[in-house]
């Protein structure tokens, strides 16, 4: 498995970017769709609207790129030597993907919210909320590329 693994790592390593910045996409995309659903009435047909969008966004894009990213990025840290386990630049990056689950997370609920029309927060909210993908993926990157 390790040998073919290595033979194709071009391979995965374009997979796992392409499904890294599909996932961003929606990440970075969703918020902002919030930020609109929130300057609509609750249970308008304009907010059904919004609530499909926001819908297959997650259901058919951010959740399927999520899983094809974690599962190609957990094949290549499983190679001898991609890794230095020891270091912080790692842990720093590892941080980071577990805050962009978590803020995966919260948007499913955030959407499950605005399609029950119980969404709890204000447009302001949503506005600060659509930067934090950016800063996590801007610390991952640079975690990845860099390695300091």
């Known amino acids: 498995m390790v040998l073919f693994l290595l033979e194709h790592l071009s391979w995965f390593v374009s997979l796992h970017i392409m499904a890294f910045v599909s996932w961003m996409a929606g990440m970075f995309y969703l918020p902002r769709l919030f930020v609109y659903h929130t300057q609509i009435k609750a249970g308008s047909e304009e907010s059904a609207r919004f609530s499909l969008m926001e819908r297959r966004l997650q259901r058919q894009i951010m959740a399927p790129a ?12 499983s190679l001898p030597g991609v890794v230095s386990w020891s270091s912080g630049w790692w842990w720093v990056k590892v941080v980071c993907l577990l805050g962009l ?16 029309g119980r969404n709890r927060h204000s447009e302001r909210f949503y ?7 950016t800063v996590l993926m801007v610390l ?7 390695r300091p």
């Open 66 to 77: 999520m899983v094809v990213t974690f599962f190609t990025g957990a094949l290549m840290a």
């Open 101 to 116: 689950f978590m803020f995966h997370g919260a948007c499913a609920v955030w959407r499950r919210d605005f399609a029950a």
């Open 127 to 133: 506005r600060i909320a659509n930067e934090v993908p």
């Open 140 to 146: 991952i990157v640079i975690m990845i590329v860099v």
